[in-house]
């Protein structure tokens, strides 16, 4: 059993930054590959980050360039720094987890999930 816990979320103005943490249970955190996704109000929800264990990433084109993920294993902990934030970036944003080395952008490959953190960002 993996327990994914995310914090960091708020209200903001545009073009404001905030850093999502998300802090998994388990001693083999290093061998899982970590992704970050997100729902807004009445749309589906939608792949934005994703970190292997080989500490590659993969990012949604709407993120690309503003959004960073990264990882610290010491922590058991991902990270999602986003920046240049905009008022369509809000959602409630859902750290995954899944034993596999290789980081995806469906959210059905993820078997481990986070009760998800509210990210309000005002114009």
């Known amino acids: 059993q993996v327990q994914l816990v995310e914090s960091g979320g708020g209200l903001v103005q545009a073009g404001g930054s905030l850093r999502l943490s998300c802090v998994a249970s388990?001693?083999?955190?290093?061998?899982?590959?970590m992704g970050w996704f997100r729902q807004a109000p009445g749309k589906e929800r939608e792949f934005v980050a994703a970190?292997?264990?080989?500490?590659?990433?993969a990012y949604a084109d709407s993120v690309k360039g503003r959004f960073t993920i990264s990882r610290d294993n010491a922590r058991n902990t991902v990270y999602l720094q986003m920046n240049s934030l905009k008022p369509e970036d809000t959602a409630v944003y859902y750290c995954?987890?899944?034993?596999?080395?290789?980081?995806?952008?469906?959210?059905?490959?993820?078997?481990?999930w986070g009760q998800g953190t509210q990210v309000t960002v005002s114009s």
């Open positions: 388990g001693r083999t955190f290093s061998r899982f590959a």
């Open positions: 970190n292997s264990w080989s500490d590659s990433n």
């Open positions: 995954a987890a899944r034993g596999s080395p290789i980081a995806t952008m469906h959210g059905y490959d993820y078997p481990y």
